[in-house]
Protein backbone atom coordinates (compact mmCIF):
# COMPACT_ATOMS: atom_id res chain seq x y z
CA UNK A 1 0.00 0.00 0.00
CA UNK A 2 1.77 3.37 -1.27
CA UNK A 3 2.14 5.83 2.08
CA UNK A 4 0.16 8.87 2.52
CA UNK A 5 1.45 12.32 2.18
CA UNK A 6 1.18 14.46 4.96
CA UNK A 7 -0.17 17.25 4.35
CA UNK A 8 -2.62 20.18 5.65
CA UNK A 9 -6.00 19.12 5.12
CA UNK A 10 -6.86 22.54 3.80
CA UNK A 11 -5.28 22.05 0.68
CA UNK A 12 -5.86 20.09 -1.85
CA UNK A 13 -3.03 18.83 -4.68
CA UNK A 14 -3.38 17.91 -8.08
CA UNK A 15 -3.86 14.09 -7.85
CA UNK A 16 -6.50 14.77 -5.39
CA UNK A 17 -8.54 16.96 -7.68
CA UNK A 18 -7.59 14.32 -10.22
CA UNK A 19 -8.92 11.43 -7.93
CA UNK A 20 -11.46 13.39 -6.57
CA UNK A 21 -13.29 14.04 -10.14
CA UNK A 22 -12.09 11.61 -11.96
CA UNK A 23 -9.60 13.53 -14.41
CA UNK A 24 -6.66 14.00 -16.14
CA UNK A 25 -3.63 16.06 -14.97
CA UNK A 26 -4.22 18.10 -18.33
CA UNK A 27 -7.82 18.69 -18.06
CA UNK A 28 -7.18 20.48 -14.30
CA UNK A 29 -4.48 22.62 -16.21
CA UNK A 30 -7.28 23.27 -18.75
CA UNK A 31 -9.55 24.17 -16.18
CA UNK A 32 -7.41 26.39 -14.45
CA UNK A 33 -6.68 28.31 -17.78
CA UNK A 34 -10.40 28.68 -18.31
CA UNK A 35 -10.72 29.74 -14.91
CA UNK A 36 -13.01 27.11 -13.65
CA UNK A 37 -10.22 26.20 -10.96
CA UNK A 38 -8.12 29.19 -8.99
CA UNK A 39 -4.45 29.23 -9.63
CA UNK A 40 -2.65 26.90 -7.57
CA UNK A 41 -0.01 28.07 -5.36
CA UNK A 42 3.34 26.44 -6.43
CA UNK A 43 5.64 24.57 -3.24
CA UNK A 44 8.26 23.16 -3.12
CA UNK A 45 10.48 20.96 -0.80
CA UNK A 46 13.79 20.97 -2.03
CA UNK A 47 15.64 18.59 -4.52
CA UNK A 48 14.35 14.91 -3.31
CA UNK A 49 10.96 15.84 -3.18
CA UNK A 50 10.66 18.43 -5.92
CA UNK A 51 7.50 20.69 -5.83
CA UNK A 52 3.68 20.07 -6.67
CA UNK A 53 0.60 22.52 -6.94
CA UNK A 54 -1.38 23.52 -3.58
CA UNK A 55 -5.06 24.36 -4.09
CA UNK A 56 -7.78 25.23 -1.56
CA UNK A 57 -9.64 22.44 -0.27
CA UNK A 58 -12.77 23.59 -1.89
CA UNK A 59 -11.32 22.94 -5.33
CA UNK A 60 -12.23 18.98 -4.50
CA UNK A 61 -15.97 19.58 -4.89
CA UNK A 62 -15.80 22.26 -7.32
CA UNK A 63 -14.20 19.86 -9.79
CA UNK A 64 -17.14 17.17 -8.93
CA UNK A 65 -19.36 19.86 -9.86
CA UNK A 66 -17.80 20.76 -13.05
CA UNK A 67 -16.87 17.28 -13.94
CA UNK A 68 -20.92 16.56 -13.44
CA UNK A 69 -22.04 19.11 -15.71
CA UNK A 70 -19.55 17.91 -18.40
CA UNK A 71 -21.19 14.84 -18.36
CA UNK A 72 -24.39 16.25 -18.78
CA UNK A 73 -23.40 17.84 -21.42
CA UNK A 74 -22.60 21.71 -20.44
CA UNK A 75 -20.21 23.32 -22.17
CA UNK A 76 -17.31 25.34 -19.90
CA UNK A 77 -18.49 28.66 -20.64
CA UNK A 78 -22.53 27.15 -19.61
CA UNK A 79 -20.16 25.93 -16.38
CA UNK A 80 -18.41 29.33 -16.03
CA UNK A 81 -21.45 30.90 -15.82
CA UNK A 82 -23.23 28.57 -13.15
CA UNK A 83 -20.12 28.77 -10.79
CA UNK A 84 -20.36 32.81 -11.03
CA UNK A 85 -24.04 33.34 -10.26
CA UNK A 86 -23.41 30.84 -7.67
CA UNK A 87 -20.75 33.19 -6.14
CA UNK A 88 -22.88 36.59 -6.94
CA UNK A 89 -25.80 34.60 -4.89
CA UNK A 90 -24.26 33.73 -1.66
CA UNK A 91 -21.53 36.05 -1.16
CA UNK A 92 -18.65 35.26 0.94
CA UNK A 93 -18.32 37.97 4.51
CA UNK A 94 -15.12 40.10 3.91
CA UNK A 95 -12.42 38.84 6.78
CA UNK A 96 -9.83 41.79 7.19
CA UNK A 97 -6.97 40.72 8.82
CA UNK A 98 -6.22 42.46 12.33
CA UNK A 99 -3.02 44.56 10.74
CA UNK A 100 -5.57 46.03 7.83
CA UNK A 101 -8.01 47.24 10.85
CA UNK A 102 -5.56 48.75 12.65
CA UNK A 103 -4.12 50.33 9.51
CA UNK A 104 -7.24 51.51 8.69
CA UNK A 105 -8.02 52.64 12.51
CA UNK A 106 -4.67 54.31 11.93
CA UNK A 107 -5.77 56.49 8.90
CA UNK A 108 -9.09 57.39 10.46
CA UNK A 109 -7.95 58.98 13.55
CA UNK A 110 -5.13 61.05 11.46
CA UNK A 111 -7.80 62.35 9.22
CA UNK A 112 -9.80 63.41 12.47
CA UNK A 113 -6.76 65.26 13.63
CA UNK A 114 -5.84 66.78 10.25
CA UNK A 115 -9.65 68.40 10.12
CA UNK A 116 -8.97 69.52 13.64
CA UNK A 117 -5.54 70.89 12.91
CA UNK A 118 -7.35 72.94 9.82
CA UNK A 119 -9.91 73.94 11.84
CA UNK A 120 -7.66 74.97 14.78
CA UNK A 121 -5.34 76.85 12.05
CA UNK A 122 -8.63 79.09 10.43
CA UNK A 123 -9.88 79.90 13.75
CA UNK A 124 -6.37 81.78 14.88
CA UNK A 125 -6.09 82.93 11.27
CA UNK A 126 -9.86 84.72 11.41
CA UNK A 127 -8.77 85.45 15.13
CA UNK A 128 -5.15 87.22 14.36
CA UNK A 129 -7.19 88.71 11.05
CA UNK A 130 -9.83 90.22 13.60
CA UNK A 131 -7.09 91.67 16.26
CA UNK A 132 -5.23 93.71 13.23
CA UNK A 133 -8.42 95.28 12.40
CA UNK A 134 -9.41 96.24 15.38
CA UNK A 135 -5.81 97.16 16.61
Not at 77 to 99: D, G, H
Request: aromatic content about 4%.
Amino acid sequence: MPQQRALDPAYATTEDIMQAAKITRRTVTNWVDKGLLPQPTKVSHGYPLGAFNRFPASVLSRARFIASKRLEGLSLAAILELLNSEEKVAPRAKVTSKRAKATSKRKATSKRKATSKRKATSKRAKTATSKRRRG
